[in-house]
């Protein structure tokens, strides 16, 4: 695991961003085997889909209108358009597609075939979803529903240090794990909320009643002082508390 601490200009060659050398960085164990990778639009551009396309790694998510080598022809500032509308930029296995519903929606793709321009709207008129669009959300649903879910019953507390905050984002998300897991191997039926209430039961059970430890009152120090011989200096500390 590699914590991503933002940009890091040494370890990012000149002629590329320092999102797309992240993006380069963390798919570096994945080349060659085909997979299909979504992200959101702090990442995409046409830069990092031709480059990882040649390492066999195929993209698809939301992307700025403003990004280096995007069309200008989908760039909402230039292009009004109605709901339902698509309009539709290919440059060889790459797509961008604008599309319009509540607000506009820019993605690139190289996954999926090209879709038809046009109005695409139902009888009630609402915007249909291009296959797209329906692809992305699905497969971008499960990363929000997981963040979501692991931030339900967080434990982690306000602190300032980014280390404490990763130890328990990474301990939330190793109880959401083991949540996923006792649910699809056939366990008791329980909800998220109760789960962690049982893992807590059981981790107390299992560390056992709670040890107490004297409290220390006072502390004798001897000291031996130089130039007499057994000679001896008593220094008591009164009321001293464990640390």
Same mark, same amino acid.
């Given at each position: 695991?590699?914590?991503?601490?933002?940009?890091?200009?040494?370890?990012?060659?000149?002629?590329?961003?320092?999102?797309?050398?992240?993006?380069? /960085?963390?798919?570096?164990?994945?080349?060659?085997?085909?997979?299909?990778?979504?992200?959101?639009?702090?990442?995409?551009?046409? /830069?990092?889909?031709?480059?990882?396309?040649?390492?066999?790694?195929?993209?698809?998510?939301?992307?700025?209108?403003?990004?280096?080598?995007?069309?200008?022809?989908?760039?909402?500032?230039?292009?009004?358009?109605?709901?339902?509308?698509?309009?539709?930029?290919?440059?060889?296995?790459?797509?961008?597609?604008?599309?319009?519903?509540?607000?506009?929606?820019?993605?690139?793709?190289?996954?999926?075939?090209?879709?038809?321009?046009?109005?695409?709207?139902? /009888?009630?008129?609402?915007?249909?979803?291009?296959?797209?669009?329906?692809?992305?959300?699905?497969?971008?649903?499960?990363?929000?529903?997981?963040?979501?879910?692991?931030?339900?019953?967080?434990?982690?507390?306000?602190?300032?240090?980014?280390?404490?905050?990763?130890?328990?984002?990474?301990?939330?998300?190793?109880?959401?794990?083991?949540?996923?897991?006792?649910?699809?191997?056939?366990?008791?039926?329980?909800?998220?909320?109760?789960?962690?209430?049982?893992?807590?039961?059981?981790?107390?059970?299992?560390?056992?009643?709670?040890?107490?430890?004297?409290?220390?009152?006072?502390?004798?120090?001897?000291?031996?002082?130089?130039?007499?011989?057994?000679? /001896?200096?008593?220094?008591?500390?009164?009321?001293?508390?464990?640390?």
């Amino acid at each position: 695991m590699k914590v991503y601490l933002g940009k890091d200009r040494q370890g990012t060659a000149q002629h590329v961003t320092a999102t797309h050398a992240t993006v380069t /960085e963390l798919t570096r164990k994945i080349e060659g085997h085909g997979y299909k990778l979504y992200m959101d639009n702090f990442f995409p551009s046409p /830069e990092l889909f031709d480059d990882l396309v040649k390492k066999q790694i195929y993209c698809c998510g939301t992307v700025r209108p403003n990004r280096k080598g995007m069309p200008q022809g989908l760039r909402p500032k230039t292009t009004k358009l109605k709901t339902g509308d698509i309009r539709v930029r290919t440059r060889a296995d790459l797509t961008a597609i604008l599309w319009q519903d509540k607000r506009d929606v820019c993605m690139l793709t190289n996954i999926h075939s090209t879709p038809a321009e046009g109005n695409f709207c139902n /009888e009630g008129g609402k915007a249909i979803k291009p296959q797209i669009v329906m692809d992305y959300n699905h497969h971008m649903g499960h990363v929000d529903k997981g963040d979501r879910m692991a931030n339900s019953y967080s434990i982690s507390c306000c602190t300032f240090k980014w280390t404490k905050k990763l130890f328990f984002h990474l301990l939330d998300l190793a109880i959401l794990n083991s949540y996923i897991l006792h649910s699809s191997r056939g366990g008791k039926k329980m909800s998220h909320r109760d789960f962690r209430y049982t893992l807590l039961r059981n981790m107390l059970a299992r560390a056992g009643p709670e040890r107490r430890i004297p409290r220390q009152d006072h502390l004798t120090l001897n000291l031996t002082l130089p130039g007499l011989k057994y000679a /001896e200096a008593n220094i008591v500390l009164s009321h001293l508390r464990r640390s």
